[in-house]
């Protein structure tokens, strides 16, 4: 059973995103299987050299380099967000499978937490 996490928020505009990541850590590190699909907006969390302290706020995007280290390895991007941002798996700071977001795709998860 793998949960889904969807994030489509940038990151350092509330507190969403870091929460979202919060309970996937959380899932994880209790066994659970977990994956994250960045859709819309969310990319940007991909996107290094964001300057959140500028914005008073404390960097987390880092984290998304250790994620392996919970056992968190199905990491998804949704390719339309890329496309519309001009960007590429390249530009992303972690490995990552970009993925047409359908239904179907969704369907393959038990559970999905869309923040």
């Given at each position: 059973m793998t949960t889904l996490f969807i994030l489509n928020k940038p990151p350092y505009q509330s507190e969403q995103t870091k929460e979202a990541l919060d309970m996937a850590l959380s899932l994880a590190a209790f066994d659970s299987r977990v994956a994250l699909l960045f859709a819309g907006d969310g990319v940007w969390n991909l996107v290094e050299d964001q300057a959140p302290k500028q914005q008073g706020?404390?960097?987390?995007?880092?984290?998304?380099?250790?994620?392996?280290?919970?056992?968190?390895?199905?990491?998804?991007?949704?390719?339309?967000?890329?496309?519309?941002?001009?960007?590429?798996?390249e530009n992303l700071m972690i490995p990552i499978q970009s993925v047409h977001c359908d239904a179907e795709f969704i369907q393959r998860f038990a559970q999905v937490i869309c923040l």
């Open positions: 706020m404390k960097e987390f995007t880092r984290l998304y380099k250790g994620l392996d280290l919970y056992d968190i390895e199905e990491l998804y991007v949704e390719q339309t967000a890329l496309e519309n941002y001009q960007l590429t798996e």
